[in-house]
């Protein structure tokens, strides 16, 4: 694949879901961060160098946060990323609410909850067995946003 720098490459090159990394990658990887176009917004940057990708996380001059009135480049016109989580937020906010998180999330409070998110996927489970056979395992054992939502919550106990 012979990259131009003005060139816009569409992007998710996969369509059908596959699980192998597209082999594109490696040739993009001895190109450096390449302007793409994905499904919803304007053309943007991809990295996939490590360093590249470095500079982007930890530089000030790259920012998470979508300037009023513009369009962000997405995969689809609802995963605008939301400005008061943390994902959408840039220093000092987001090194803020990561400090006051992070404790929730450390290998011990992680390995604590073990026994409690097995006794939830156990009864998920309990209910696709007691459907019986051609039950719909997608409608039984995933979770709607609500009781996700109640069950983490519940979980790490906040909420």
């Not at 569409?10 to 961060?33: C, N, T």
């Not at 499904?39 to 360093?51: E, I, K, M, Q, S």
């Not at 409690?116 to 039950?135: I, R």
Request: glycine share 6%.
């Amino acid at each position: 694949m012979a990259i131009t720098s003005d060139e816009v490459l569409a992007y998710p090159f996969m369509e059908d879901g596959a699980l192998d990394v597209d082999r594109r990658f490696q040739e993009l990887q001895r190109h450096g961060p390449i302007r793409i176009q994905l499904p919803v917004g304007p053309p943007c940057w991809l990295a996939t160098r490590y360093d590249d990708v470095r500079t982007v996380l930890s530089d000030k001059r790259f920012s998470r946060m979508e300037p009023p009135g513009t369009d962000t480049p997405r995969m689809t016109p609802s995963m605008k990323t939301d400005p008061t989580m943390p994902l959408g937020m840039d220093p000092p906010e987001h090194v803020r609410l990561r400090r006051i998180t992070s404790p929730v999330f450390s290998p011990k409070s992680i390995r604590a909850l073990t026994a409690d998110f097995q006794a939830y996927v156990d009864e998920l489970l309990d209910g696709v067995e007691q459907a019986g056979p051609g039950a719909d395992l997608v409608a039984l054992y995933t979770w709607d946003s609500g009781a996700q939502d109640y069950k983490a919550g519940d979980l790490i106990n906040i909420g």
